[in-house]
Structure formats: C-alpha cells, structure tokens
T-cell receptor, first 111, second 116 residues
Framework: QKEVEQNSGPLSVPEGAIASLNCTYS??????FFWYRQYSGKSPELIMS????GDKEDGRFTAQLNKASQYVSLLIRDSQPSDSATYLC???????????FGTGTRLTVIP | GAVVSQHPSRVICKSGTSVKIECRSL??????MFWYRQFPKKSLMLMAT?????????EQGVEKDKFLINHASLTLSTLTVTSAHPEDSSFYIC????????????FGPGTRLTVT
C-alpha cells in the first residue's frame, strides 16, 4: 500500500513569515512529486513539481526533495493571507498512471 | 500550466435521473484522464482512470455500471452518473495528463452534483 503522509494541521503562520509544509512517502521508487493548492470548495491547482533531489524554486515557492529520506517539502516565503488553503502532496511511481495524494495540510496565514 | 475545463460547474437533479459531466483539455492532448470525487473536508478519492480509446479502469468499490466513463478523444472525457441517488451528491473533479514531459497532471474546476 503506497502511502503519502502529511500533517493535517492546521498550520498557522503570520503574514510575511515562511510556511513550511512537509510530506513523507512510503514507496522508495517514487519518481515524481507534486504540490497542489486547494482552496475551500475549489479543485486542486498544481503549484510545484519536482523530480530530482535538491531544491526547486518558483517565485515565493521552493520545493525540496530528499529521496534517501523519502521526504518532500514546500516552503512558502513571505506568506500572504491569500496563501491560506489546503496543500496536497502527491507522488507517482515509475511507470504508474495515477498519483497518490496525502490528506493535505491546512495552512492559515494570519494578517 | 495547462487548462482543463469541466461542464457543468453545478447541477441539481432528481433521484433516479442521469447526469453527464464533460471534461476537456483545452490546450494539450490528454492521453490519460482521471475522475475523482471529494466529500466536504475529505480527501480526493480516485474513481477511475481512462486512456483515450480504451475502457476505463475503475478503483475498487466504484461501480462501473453506475459511473460510466467515456474517453473518446484526446481532449474529451465524460462521466455519466446513472440513476443518481442522494448519496451520489458530491464534488466530482476530472484531471488530465499529457503524453510528453514529466506527465504533470492538471485538474478541472470540478462539478458539484446535488441529487434531491
């Protein structure tokens, strides 16, 4: 059973701070890793993808992947109230069709 | 990112009727499409995966005769909820993936189905 684990939160950070979201996965051969943002009542929106060990930066977002530790994280710098949402970690194995999702971490950015 | 549209965004139907939901990839060819449902404050639940021109693969516990999926072209998949009942009321979300690159998967905006 492939598992993707996230702390459900809620995670509260003040506006302007760095929000750190973490995810671990059980399948060691997983190859593709994604972070989605889901606002309440809306569908998930892809914000980051990462495939290699290390950091990947896109604007205020940085994804970090450590395959040896089976760990992927998302950092949000200069957090804004509009970042308040549930963040879903998703993982795909080699040759696999579908994604395995974590249950999501609810982030609240306090003005 | 790529754009996936879904129609209708919201539908209310009477118990026993059927409802069709369309999912389109607007700017890429979706070789694989996925259908999810999500209950309030719950995780996404994968219902089925379909490849263009092939029969859909349903997840365990999902009735294929109740949730009919058609993926007739590289840009269109449909989900038909047959003989809908109130317990089928949910948020249905399609997702699509192309054939190139690292296969990023994009979601449609979702369809909120209410069965009365």
């Amino acid at each position: 059973q492939k598992e993707v684990e996230q702390n459900s939160g809620p995670l509260s950070v003040p506006e302007g701070a760095i929000a750190s979201l973490n995810c671990t996965y059980s399948d060691r051969v997983s190859q593709s890793f994604f972070w989605y943002r889901q606002y309440s009542g809306k569908s998930p929106e892809l914000i980051m993808s990462i495939y290699s060990n290390g950091d990947k930066e896109d604007g205020r977002f940085t994804a970090q992947l450590n395959k040896a530790s089976q760990y992927v994280s998302l950092l949000i710098r200069d957090s804004q109230p509009s970042d308040s949402a549930t963040y879903l970690c998703a993982v795909r194995g080699p040759g696999a069709n579908n994604l395995f999702f974590g249950t999501g971490t609810r982030l609240t950015v306090i003005p | 990112g790529a754009v996936v549209s879904q129609h209708p965004s919201r539908v209310i139907c009477k118990s026993g009727t059927s409802v069709k939901i369309e999912c389109r990839s607007l700017d890429f060819q979706a070789t694989t499409m996925f259908w999810y449902r999500q209950f309030p404050k719950k995780s996404l639940m994968l219902m089925a995966t379909s490849n263009e021109g092939s029969k859909a693969t349903y997840e365990q516990g999902v009735e294929k005769d109740k949730f009919l999926i058609n993926h007739a072209s590289l840009t269109l998949s449909t989900l038909t909820v047959t003989s809908a009942h109130p317990e089928d009321s949910s948020f249905y979300i399609c997702s699509a993936r192309g054939a190139s690159g690292y296969y990023e998967q994009y979601f449609g905006p979702g369809t909120r189905l209410t069965v009365t």
